[in-house]
Nanobody, 122 residues
Framework: VQLQASGGGLVQAGGSLRLSCAAS????????MGWFRQAPGKEREFVAGFNWSGDSTYYVDSVKGRFTISRDNAKNTVYLQMNSLKPEDTAVYYC????????????????WGQGTQVTVSS
């Protein structure tokens, strides 16, 4: 599967952005999808994801209550709605797909999008 992330940009603190990740292929619904981010000088960090069945979501503590992951299997797209953005949310955001199971570990994911830059100014 090929993943194409979009929707990043520059926003002031307190603002919102919605990231999209469009996937190619006919078996999109069979993948476990997640969003990660990587700030300069830091390791790639799990942000949000689905479990295998897609009926449960997971978030890193720092974004709970502010970010929402969703997916539209008919459009082969996963979204990340980001509200109340903070300067510490500044990073390159990546969508990822796993053929096996949910995990917060990047190594479990088999496919990655190219990343989209999110910059939050104070």
């Amino acid at each position: 599967v090929q993943l194409q992330a979009s929707g990043g940009g520059l926003v002031q603190a307190g603002g919102s952005l919605r990231l999209s990740c469009a996937a190619s292929g006919r078996t999109f619904s069979s993948y476990v999808m997640g969003w990660f981010r990587q700030a300069p000088g830091k390791e790639r960090e799990f942000v949000a994801g689905f479990n295998w069945s897609g009926d449960s979501t997971y978030y890193v503590d720092s974004v709970k209550g502010r970010f929402t992951i969703s997916r539209d299997n008919a459009k082969n797209t996963v979204y990340l709605q980001m509200n109340s953005l903070k300067p510490e949310d500044t990073a390159v955001y990546y969508c990822a797909a796993s053929r096996t199971y949910y995990s917060a570990k990047p190594g479990v994911y088999d496919y990655w999008g190219q990343g989209t830059q999110v910059t939050v100014s104070s």
